[in-house]
C-alpha cells in the first residue's frame, strides 16, 4: 500500500511540482551557470542584431555575478498542472532557497486537493531538495511532514528524466531563457517598456530544437527535447542595471500548451534554507524501496 501511495502520489507531486515552479522562475539550467556567455557560431545564430546579442552576454554575466533574487512566477503544464510560486534563490555557491508553491489547476492539483492541500513549502540546498507535505499525506509517512529527495538519488532515476530534474535543481541562476535567445539566432529589441514601475528593454525570439546553435546548443536542444518542447516564444524584459526584470515562455509539448511568467527583483537578496529536522523528514530513496501492505 505504502509502495503504491509512494510512487503514485509523492513522486509526481512533490517532484513534478518542484521541477515546475523551478520551470516556472525561469531556472532551467544548462548544468554551467558559472561559465561565460557562448558566441554565436555558424547557423541562423550568425544573423543575429549584434546590438541584441551583445545586451544578451550582459544580462547572462550580470544575472550570474548578482547570485541571488526574490522570484514570483506563474506557471501552467498543459492539463498536468498550474501553479504560482514566489520565493527567493540563491546561486552563487549551489542552489539554495525557498518556495511557496501554490496549485491552482490542472490533474496534480486535484490530487493536492483530496489531500487537503493547496500549497507546498520547498527548500532547496545544495545536496538536496525538500518538500513539506500537509497532515493528510504526513500521516501516511508515520507523522513526518518532510520528503528529502537527494539529488544523486534523483539523477539515478531510470529513463534519464531523473538526471534531468537533478540538473535544473542543481542550477538555479535564471539564465536558460537569455542562452536560449542567444542561441536561437532570431532575437529581435522590441522596445522600451514599463513593467511593475521599472524602465526595461524588451527582447523576443522564437526556438525550436532545430534553430538553435552555436557552442550552448547540443545542451540546450537536449534540454528542450527532454521536456517535450517542440516550439516556444521567449521573452524578457531587462533594466539598466542588465538585470532580469520579467519573462515569459509559451510553447507547445508534448502533451499540451507550457506558459510561464516571472517577476525578479531583489537581486543580491541574502538568502538561506534551513535543513528540516531529520525526526521529521522522510528519504525519498527509502521510501522508494519500502514495500508495504
Not at 134 to 157: N, Q, V
Not at 206 to 215: F, K
Request: proline share 3%.
Amino acid at each position: 500500500m505504502r509502495d503504491r501511495i509512494v510512487r503514485r502520489g509523492i513522486l509526481p507531486i512533490a517532484a513534478v511540482a518542484a521541477l515546475s515552479a523551478v520551470a516556472g522562475c525561469g531556472l532551467f539550467g544548462d548544468g554551467d551557470s558559472h561559465r561565460g556567455a557562448a558566441a554565436p557560431s555558424g547557423g541562423r545564430a550568425g544573423r543575429a542584431d549584434s546590438r541584441s546579442v551583445t545586451a544578451l552576454r550582459a544580462v547572462e554575466k550580470a544575472t550570474t555575478r548578482a547570485g541571488s533574487a526574490r522570484i514570483e512566477s506563474t506557471t501552467a503544464m498543459g492539463a498536468m498542472l498550474a501553479l504560482k510560486t514566489d520565493g527567493a534563490l540563491g546561486w552563487s555557491h549551489g542552489s539554495v532557497g525557498t518556495l511557496r508553491i501554490t496549485y491552482t489547476g490542472g490533474r496534480l492539483a486535484e490530487t493536492m486537493r483530496n489531500l487537503n492541500s493547496t500549497s507546498m513549502e520547498a527548500r532547496l540546498l545544495p545536496d538536496a531538495y525538500y518538500a513539506k507535505v500537509g497532515a493528510p499525506f504526513a500521516r501516511r509517512l508515520d507523522g513526518r511532514h518532510w520528503i528529502r529527495y537527494g539529488y544523486d538519488d534523483l539523477a539515478a532515476l531510470p529513463g534519464g528524466s531523473g538526471a534531468y530534474l537533478t540538473d535544473q535543481l542543481r542550477d538555479t541562476a535564471p539564465i536558460r531563457p537569455v542562452r536560449l535567445l542567444l542561441a536561437c539566432g532570431a532575437v529581435r529589441r522590441v522596445g522600451e517598456e514599463t513593467v511593475r514601475g521599472r524602465r526595461t528593454t524588451h527582447y523576443s525570439g522564437t526556438v525550436t530544437p532545430a534553430n538553435l546553435s552555436g557552442e550552448d546548443a547540443a545542451a540546450l536542444r537536449e534540454r528542450l527535447e527532454q521536456a517535450g518542447v517542440t516550439r516556444e516564444t521567449v521573452d524578457i524584459w531587462v533594466d539598466d542595471q542588465a538585470l532580469l526584470v520579467k519573462k515569459v515562455e509559451k510553447g507547445e509539448l508534448a502533451g499540451g500548451r507550457m506558459s510561464a511568467t516571472a517577476y525578479y527583483r531583489d537581486y543580491g537578496v541574502k538568502v538561506s534554507a534551513g535543513r528540516p529536522p531529520a525526526a521529521d523528514t522522510a528519504d525519498f530513496k527509502e521510501l522508494m524501496t519500502t514495500r508495504g501492505s
